[in-house]
């Protein structure tokens, strides 16, 4: 027993003294917490190390700054000034900016204008005509367009317009073709009691109904496109005064009987077709459209067909004009097969024509002259007066040369 308490004895004391215990393993002193409190020792000394790096580097920095602050610098403070003012500008309202679209919304645009603050376009000074986008005039990211300042806020910034700058240019347009007493063309957009509504180059203008050559249904005007002349260009006043008369009586006199003029099919009838020749109603009637006989007008022509057409007459007073494509086919029918034909032969069939009505009228004379025999002339059977006198040359007058028929 005694035996047994000592060997206990010598057991426990082993068991519980340090010095007799296992060694301690790497992963035992990890759990302890040893390698974290050499770990961190040495990241704080690396850490250091670092900071003392960074300080040594923004004190040259600093001195560099207070004793040499363009050393390493590729352009002079000159230039540099420079490069600012060019691309400075003063932000007043009215002041015209070159910029630079990059971007857009259902509203506007928005662009760059090389300010410290933005720029908006809005939609509705896009443009002096009516757009839904600003995309629909080509105002797209990367378009570059010389804008006017219209306003200024903080909250938005530049506002721009183009709207400003298109109306100047369309009025300076307006003035040189009143100056060159242009004809043009221009769309009915409105009517009151006074007159007609009528937009040219984008500006809305007026047609005094005392302008106009022939009375328009009222019903059917909007959208119509007349031939207008100007009266009066009066941006101060915004008073844009046209003329539907002057600009007919222009074309009127050019519309000389036998001529060829290209028009446009407005409007089938049964009994022929309404042709715009340059903002003057003409009728084609349907005998006067083939040789051949045209049961439905419809099978042959259709609204909006280019055509060329001869003058047949022209009623300046009542404003009526009187067309044929019959007379310009080469064989009878060719408007029915061949209408391209009729087109290309077109001036040469109507200078047959011209020489026709010449030579009838010669004949006409000739007659006259048979029963006035102290006039001395003569008639030969190719149509050449000859004379008898003195006062005419012996080869007579060849009336084949004649000018083109005018009314």
Same mark, same amino acid.
């Given at each position: 027993?005694?035996?047994?308490?000592?060997?206990?004895?010598?057991?426990?004391?082993?068991?519980?003294?340090?010095?007799?215990?296992?060694?301690?393993?790497?992963?035992?002193?990890?759990?302890?917490?040893?390698?974290?409190?050499?770990?961190?020792?040495?990241?704080?000394?690396?850490?250091?190390?670092? !900071?003392?790096? =960074?300080?040594?580097?923004?004190?040259?920095?600093?001195?560099?700054?207070?004793?040499?602050?363009?050393?390493?610098?590729?352009?002079?403070?000159? #230039? +540099?000034?420079?490069?600012? /003012?060019?691309?400075?500008?003063?932000?007043?309202? &009215?002041?015209?900016?070159?910029?630079?679209?990059?971007?857009?919304?259902?509203?506007?645009?928005?662009?760059?204008?090389?300010?410290?603050?933005?720029?908006?376009?809005?939609?509705?000074?896009?443009?002096?005509?009516?757009?839904?986008?600003?995309?629909?005039?080509?105002? $797209?990211?990367?378009?570059?367009?010389?804008?006017?300042?219209? /306003?200024?806020?903080?909250?938005? &910034?530049?506002?721009?317009?183009?709207?400003?700058?298109?109306?100047?240019?369309?009025?300076?347009?307006?003035?040189?073709?009143?100056?060159?007493?242009?004809?043009?063309?221009?769309?009915?957009?409105?009517?009151?009691?006074?007159?007609?509504?009528?937009?040219?180059?984008? @500006?809305?203008?007026?047609?005094?109904?005392?302008?106009?050559?022939?009375?328009?249904?009222?019903?059917?005007?909007?959208?119509?496109?007349?031939?207008?002349?100007?009266?009066?260009?009066?941006?101060?006043?915004? !008073? %844009? $005064? +046209? *003329?539907? !008369?002057?600009?007919?009586?222009?074309?009127?006199? #050019?519309?000389?009987?036998?001529?060829?003029?290209?028009?446009?099919?407005?409007? =089938?009838?049964?009994?022929?077709?309404?042709?715009?020749?340059? &903002?003057?109603?003409?009728?084609?009637?349907?005998?006067? $459209?083939?040789?051949?006989?045209?049961? /439905?007008?419809?099978?042959?022509?259709?609204?909006?067909?280019?055509?060329?057409?001869?003058?047949?007459?022209?009623?300046?007073?009542?404003? !009526?004009?009187?067309?044929?494509?019959?007379?310009?086919?080469?064989?009878?029918?060719?408007?029915?097969?061949?209408?391209?034909?009729?087109?290309?032969?077109?001036?040469?069939?109507?200078?047959?024509?011209? #020489?026709?009505?010449?030579?009838?009228?010669?004949?006409?004379?000739?007659?006259? @002259?048979?029963?006035?025999?102290?006039?001395?002339?003569? %008639?030969?059977?190719?149509?050449?007066?000859?004379?008898?006198? *003195?006062? +005419?040359?012996?080869?007579? %007058?060849?009336?084949?040369?004649?000018?083109?028929?005018?009314?």
């Amino acid at each position: 027993m005694a035996m047994a308490s000592l060997t206990q004895q010598l057991t426990g004391g082993l068991k519980w003294t340090p010095f007799l215990s296992k060694p301690t393993t790497y992963l035992q002193k990890q759990k302890r917490g040893v390698l974290p409190i050499v770990c961190s020792i040495a990241i704080s000394s690396t850490q250091n190390k670092e !900071r003392a790096l =960074l300080a040594e580097i923004f004190a040259e920095a600093y001195e560099n700054c207070r004793n040499a602050p363009l050393q390493g610098v590729s352009f002079t403070l000159d #230039q +540099l000034t420079e490069t600012v /003012d060019k691309y400075d500008f003063a932000s007043e309202i &009215g002041n015209k900016v070159t910029g630079t679209v990059f971007g857009s919304d259902a509203s506007g645009a928005f662009v760059d204008v090389t300010s410290k603050s933005t720029a908006y376009l809005p939609l509705f000074e896009a443009s002096i005509r009516k757009i839904r986008h600003v995309e629909d005039i080509g105002l $797209i990211p990367g378009a570059t367009e010389e804008f006017v300042i219209i /306003d200024e806020n903080e909250d938005d &910034g530049l506002l721009l317009s183009l709207r400003s700058i298109q109306f100047d240019l369309a009025w300076e347009r307006c003035r040189q073709l009143q100056s060159e007493d242009v004809v043009v063309k221009g769309k009915l957009i409105d009517s009151n009691k006074g007159g007609l509504v009528a937009e040219v180059e984008g @500006l809305k203008g007026f047609v005094p109904f005392s302008q106009l050559s022939t009375k328009l249904p009222g019903e059917e005007i909007i959208e119509m496109e007349l031939p207008l002349k100007f009266v009066e260009v009066d941006e101060e006043e915004s !008073r %844009l $005064i +046209l *003329s539907h !008369r002057k600009a007919v009586a222009g074309i009127q006199a #050019q519309l000389g009987i036998g001529s060829v003029v290209t028009g446009t099919v407005q409007s =089938l009838k049964p009994y022929g077709a309404f042709i715009d020749i340059g &903002g003057i109603s003409g009728l084609l009637h349907v005998s006067q $459209i083939s040789h051949d006989r045209i049961s /439905d007008i419809e099978t042959v022509l259709q609204p909006g067909d280019i055509l060329k057409v001869m003058i047949l007459s022209h009623d300046r007073e009542r404003g !009526r004009v009187s067309l044929s494509t019959k007379k310009l086919e080469p064989t009878p029918g060719d408007m029915i097969r061949n209408p391209t034909l009729v087109f290309d032969k077109a001036e040469e069939m109507a200078q047959t024509f011209r #020489q026709r009505i010449a030579q009838a009228e010669a004949m006409a004379r000739a007659d006259m @002259l048979r029963f006035q025999p102290e006039s001395g002339l003569t %008639l030969s059977s190719d149509g050449i007066l000859g004379p008898l006198g *003195s006062d +005419l040359p012996l080869e007579g %007058l060849d009336l084949s040369e004649i000018p083109k028929a005018e009314d």
